[in-house]
Nanobody
């Protein structure tokens, strides 16, 4: 059974930091691209950051470049999102996403349940 369990969300003041974690199980973690998405109230879901299976390549939304860092520990089947210099516009539900290939080259995609990040004074 595939599971993606996010943790680390919460309330933080503008300028503060949070680190999100996503613990994965039930699939070959190191073979999957892992991503963080977010959905703010009244807005569409957007890709925040992504990292390849080896961790050798990353990609970020322009809005978070230089402030957020995605990383992964394949030994722990966990992906992280370090968020610094948080702004009110970062307030959203953050979702962990895994995308890869299953048997027969079928694209497999999994989602976590989401964790709320609120940036407010």
């Amino acid at each position: 059974q595939v599971q993606l369990v996010e943790s680390g969300g919460g309330l933080v003041q503008p300028g503060g930091s949070l680190r999100l974690s996503c613990a994965a199980s039930g699939f070959t973690f190191s073979s999957y691209v892992m991503s963080w998405y977010r959905r703010a109230l009244g807005k569409e879901r957007e890709l925040v950051a992504a990292i390849t299976g080896s961790g050798g390549s990353t990609n970020y939304a322009d809005s978070v470049k230089g402030r957020f860092t995605i990383s992964r520990d394949n030994a722990k089947n966990t992906v992280y999102l370090q968020m610094n210099s948080l702004k009110s516009e970062d307030t959203a539900v953050y979702y962990c996403n895994a995308k890869g290939y299953g048997s027969g080259w079928r694209i497999m995609e999994y989602w976590g349940q989401g964790t709320q990040v609120t940036v407010s004074s």
